[in-house]
């Protein structure tokens, strides 16, 4: 056996060992997104009728108004529409 060929087999088993280390790292890469993927990890809880909130002192509670994204019905701007053709 040659020296080239000796070269070539060692060649073609480095490139089966990387073979299956990538398919091995790409499985294990889904099943840790899979694993850790937020949207998949409870279930939806379906809302009751009675409300159970948290009751904090007023030093850490903000009032509802500081998390608003609506403008205040006082303050209402005219809704612009716009179509793309």
Do not use: C, W, Y
């Amino acid at each position: 056996m040659s020296r080239i060929e000796s070269a070539k087999r060692r060649a073609g088993g480095v490139k089966r060992a990387l073979t299956v280390l990538a398919a091995a790292g790409l499985i294990v890469t889904g099943l840790l997104a899979r694993a850790t993927n937020p949207g998949h990890a409870a279930a939806a809880t379906p809302a009751t009728g009675s409300s159970s909130s948290v009751q904090s002192s007023d030093s850490e509670s903000q009032s509802s108004d500081d998390f608003s994204i609506a403008p205040a019905p006082s303050s209402s701007q005219p809704q612009v529409q716009t179509h793309v053709s």
